[in-house]
């Protein structure tokens, strides 16, 4: 038996928004380096999750989500990338897009198409995620909409009047 206390709720939402931040490094490191999916996971799990380096120690990272987010935005990523195109601008096709938001929007979109969390929440946390990345810019507004449309168009009925 372990004597670990069980996280609190603010820790377990903690955790979870940061396995949403690495994943989408994650998705980022993959496409930058060409590196396969199980390397970069195993890399990300051991040196990344509660670790210390130098000054700086790094969140617990909520690891079934991390890994369902990477594993499914891999397995949809072109269902995940249409998507993404509908929403954006015909001048912006994803190619063309930032590749961290490139990579924000693919594990947006694998959370937003295989985990339970409401579509508004998965919203803010990778809204939070650009703000992390950008925070000077405005691509947490582009992010934003373009994350809203998606949402929209995964679950329509999140969105309908009450």
Do not use: C
Request: charged letters at 25%; a negative charge; glycine letters at 4%.
């Amino acid at each position: 038996m372990s004597n670990t206390p069980k996280p609190t709720q603010a820790q377990k939402r903690q955790m979870r928004s940061a396995a949403r931040l690495y994943a989408v490094q994650a998705l980022f490191q993959m496409e930058a380096l060409g590196e396969a999916l199980e390397d970069i996971q195993s890399e990300f799990e051991e040196h990344r999750f509660g670790a210390t380096i130098g000054e700086d120690t790094y969140a617990e990272g909520d690891l079934k989500l991390f890994r369902a987010l990477l594993s499914e935005a891999v397995s949809n990523q072109a269902k995940i990338d249409q998507m993404t195109d509908r929403a954006l601008v015909a001048k912006w096709p994803i190619d063309r897009i930032d590749p961290t938001i490139r990579a924000l929007f693919r594990a947006a979109g694998s959370e937003l198409l295989t985990q339970s969390t409401p579509p508004k929440v998965a919203i803010t946390e990778f809204v939070d995620v650009a703000k992390a990345f950008f925070p000077e810019g405005r691509e947490s507004k582009f992010v934003n909409a373009v994350l809203d449309h998606m949402a929209r168009e995964v679950n329509p009925d999140a969105f309908a009047p009450k």
